[in-house]
């Protein structure tokens, strides 16, 4: 797959929601909630100040990140299911 994001923007592969609870119960597809973490799989450059310098991410490619249940916008890529979100909508690097 071929995607770059600009400026503050990361593209994150969703980690998928447990199906089971830890009794055994299957928890059905339409009763999953929404994923609210993922893998960053890539980065933009980062933010570009007024005065021209460019300030980096925090993030980089390969962190398990945690992100608001509605943040980002979701996009199908090369049949992946993905999200794409500013840096300001991270709330943290799990791990």
Same mark, same amino acid.
């Given at each position: 797959?071929?995607?770059?994001?600009?400026?503050?923007?990361?593209? !994150?592969k &969703?980690?998928?929601?447990? $199906?089971?609870?830890?009794? =055994?119960?299957? #928890? %059905?597809?339409?009763?999953?909630?929404?994923?609210?973490?993922?893998? !960053?799989? &890539?980065?933009?450059?980062? $933010?570009?100040?007024?005065? =021209?310098?460019? #300030? %980096?991410?925090?993030?980089?490619?390969?962190?398990?990140?945690?992100?608001?249940?509605?943040?980002?916008?979701e996009?199908?890529?090369?049949?992946?299911?993905?999200?794409?979100?500013?840096?300001?909508?991270?709330?943290?690097?799990?791990?």
């Open positions: 797959m071929k995607f770059k994001p600009l400026h503050d923007r990361i593209l !994150v &969703a980690v998928e929601a447990e $199906t089971k609870t830890k009794g =055994g119960i299957i #928890i %059905p597809d339409t009763a999953q909630e929404k994923p609210q973490q993922g893998k !960053v799989v &890539a980065i933009g450059k980062g $933010t570009r100040l007024e005065d =021209g310098r460019l #300030i %980096p991410l925090d993030v980089k490619i390969g962190d398990v990140v945690m992100y608001g249940k509605w943040s980002g916008t996009v199908k890529l090369a049949g992946d299911d993905l999200v794409i979100l500013k840096e300001s909508d991270v709330m943290g690097v799990v791990g």
